[in-house]
T-cell receptor, first 113, second 115 residues
Framework: GNSVTQMEGPVTLSEEAFLTINCTYTATGYPSLFWYVQYPGEGLQLLLKATKADDKGSNKGFEATYRKETTSFHLEKGSVQVSDSAVYFCALSGSNTGNQFYFGTGTSLTVIP | EAGVAQSPRYKIIEKRQSVAFWCNPISGHATLYWYQQILGQGPKLLIQFQNNGVVDDSQLPKDRFSAERLKGVDSTLKIQPAKLEDSAVYLC?????????????FGSGTQLSVL
């Protein structure tokens, strides 16, 4: 079946620290991969995406590379800010899922000054 | 551009009562989704509409949940009767189409507490 596994949180980092949130997936075919972010009190919004193997999605200093050989899509940022505090969700979607989205359980990030 | 609108923002009911949620997607978005997000979990799809037709409702507990999307625009999700385990955030999302790589736009959600 289709599923997404994320590293469990919560994650607490100091400002300017390096961030990695691990995400691995199980899917048939070639899904598109996404990272969504949910800031406190707000709805989920797309952070970045990649639609094929070796693609790198990037936005707001965050990056993730679609690794088919390791079925991974890890989220990274070189220097986090307090404003990055949020819950991050990894997700997949594709024609073999009926274009339905499958989400991970979310990883809560808190960045302290 | 207006986003996905949902109401109410919060709802508290007792078990066995009924409740309804409303969603207005982004104008022109043909695909509408309802998700259930239980605390500590990722969103789980309840139902997906393409225009006013149902594409996928395989995970909708049809004995108590119902949803409709009249005229292919607004949608309502109803729970009757509610159970304690229905306490969750109900998210509405829309997209231009269900195509590969198409992103979802989410509303702020309705937080339901069943006592």
């Amino acid at each position: 079946g289709n599923s997404v596994t994320q590293m469990e949180g919560p994650v607490t980092l100091s400002e300017e620290a390096f961030l990695t949130i691990n995400c691995t997936y199980t899917a048939t075919g070639y899904p598109s991969l996404f990272w969504y972010v949910q800031y406190p009190g707000e709805g989920l919004q797309l952070l970045l995406k990649a639609t094929k193997a070796d693609d790198k999605g990037s936005n707001k200093g965050f990056e993730a590379t679609y690794r088919k050989e390791t079925t991974s899509f890890h989220l990274e940022k070189g220097s986090v800010q307090v404003s990055d505090s949020a819950v991050y969700f990894c997700a997949l979607s594709g024609s073999n899922t009926g274009n339905q989205f499958y989400f991970g359980t979310g990883t809560s990030l808190t960045v302290i000054p | 551009e207006a986003g996905v609108a949902q109401s109410p923002r919060y709802k508290i009911i007792e078990k066995r009562q009924s409740v309804a949620f409303w969603c207005n997607p982004i104008s022109g978005h043909a695909t509408l989704y309802w998700y259930q997000q239980i605390l500590g979990q990722g969103p789980k799809l309840l139902i997906q509409f393409q225009n006013n037709g149902v594409v996928d409702d395989s995970q909708l507990p049809k004995d108590r949940f119902s949803a409709e999307r009249l005229k292919g625009v607004d949608s309502t999700l109803k729970i009757q009767p509610a159970k304690l385990e229905d306490s969750a955030v109900y998210l509405c999302a829309s997209s231009l189409s269900p195509g590969r790589g198409e992103k979802l736009f989410f509303g702020s959600g309705t937080q339901l507490s069943v006592l």
